[in-house]
């Protein structure tokens, strides 16, 4: 159970929202918050529905078909991704939504590496005030 809860909460948690973030910050120059909106609640909503199956499933037949089940459906996910998604609406010929015909791409001229950019983000304080308490958080007490 450690092992699923904190490898699994900590690679969905450290990915959702950052991915959202990347997906509306490429794809869109207007209405940004509303498609992180969207995408938060996407995710929230799949934790509702899928979260309760797989429990009923491990409850059922065991903890191996629930990591089974999980790992289909990411292999699944993967192919779909691979195949039909692209990264910038660049790489589809189009521009993002809201961009204005005489913007230029948002890519930067440097970009960091991702490694680069966390390792500089580390050093910060204010990384720490924003990531401490999501990842420290206590579980809700029932009475």
Same mark, same amino acid.
């Given at each position: 159970?450690?092992?699923?809860?904190?490898?699994?909460?900590?690679?969905?948690?450290?990915?959702?929202?950052?991915l959202?973030?990347?997906?509306?910050?490429?794809?869109?120059?207007?209405?940004?918050?509303?498609?992180l909106?969207?995408?938060?609640?996407?995710?929230?909503?799949?934790?509702?529905?899928? &979260?309760?199956? $797989?429990?009923?499933?491990?409850e059922?037949?065991?903890?191996?078909?629930? /990591?089974f089940?999980? !790992?289909? @459906? %990411?292999?699944?996910?993967?192919?779909?991704?691979l195949?039909?998604?692209?990264?910038?609406?660049?790489d589809?010929?189009?521009?993002?939504?809201?961009?204005?015909?005489?913007?230029?791409?948002?890519?930067?001229?440097?970009?960091?590496?991702? &490694?680069?950019? $966390?390792?500089?983000?580390?050093?910060?304080?204010?990384?720490?005030?924003? /990531?401490?308490?999501? !990842?420290? @958080? %206590?579980?809700?007490?029932?009475?």
């Amino acid at each position: 159970m450690l092992l699923w809860g904190v490898l699994v909460g900590t690679g969905t948690g450290g990915t959702s929202m950052v991915l959202a973030a990347v997906v509306a910050t490429r794809w869109f120059d207007a209405r940004r918050g509303l498609v992180l909106g969207a995408l938060s609640a996407a995710n929230a909503t799949g934790q509702l529905v899928f &979260l309760p199956m $797989l429990a009923g499933l491990v409850e059922r037949h065991g903890w191996r078909a629930a /990591a089974f089940t999980v !790992s289909g @459906a %990411a292999v699944i996910v993967f192919v779909v991704v691979l195949v039909f998604m692209r990264d910038r609406p660049e790489d589809v010929g189009v521009r993002a939504y809201g961009q204005q015909a005489d913007a230029g791409s948002h890519r930067p001229a440097a970009a960091l590496s991702p &490694l680069d950019a $966390l390792g500089r983000a580390m050093r910060s304080r204010a990384f720490w005030i924003l /990531a401490g308490p999501s !990842s420290c @958080a %206590a579980p809700a007490q029932t009475a």
